[in-house]
C-alpha cells in the first residue's frame, strides 16, 4: 500500500501543478514553455489514474476507470494517514 500513497502524493503534486500553470495560462496564453508544461502534467496525471483507481476508488464524480460506486467505500481521503 506504501507504493499506492506514493503514487496519491505524486498525483497530488502533478494536479497542483497542472492548476498553477493553468491560471499562469489565463493571464499569459501565448507562453509556449507553459502550454507545454500544463500538456505535460495532465498527460502524466493521465496516466497515474487508472493505477490510482483501483487502490482508491474513482478520484473525482464523472468519469472513472473503476466502478462509480466505489466512492462511498472508506477511507475517505481526508483520513487518509501520509
Not at 497542483?16 to 496525471?45: G, I, N, S
Not at 474513482?58 to 476507470?65: A, D, E, I, M, T
Request: negative net charge; contains cysteine; hydrophobic residues 40%.
Amino acid at each position: 500500500m506504501d507504493k499506492a500513497f506514493a503514487l496519491l502524493r505524486q498525483y497530488q503534486e502533478l494536479e497542483f501543478a497542472a492548476v498553477e500553470v493553468r491560471l499562469y495560462l489565463d493571464t499569459h496564453p501565448f507562453d509556449q514553455r507553459a502550454q507545454c508544461d500544463f500538456k505535460r502534467y495532465t498527460y502524466q496525471m493521465m496516466m497515474l489514474r487508472p493505477h490510482l483507481e483501483r487502490h482508491f476508488g474513482p478520484l473525482q464524480q464523472g468519469f472513472s476507470y473503476e466502478n462509480p460506486a466505489r466512492w462511498i467505500d472508506e477511507p475517505w481521503p481526508w483520513e487518509l494517514n501520509y
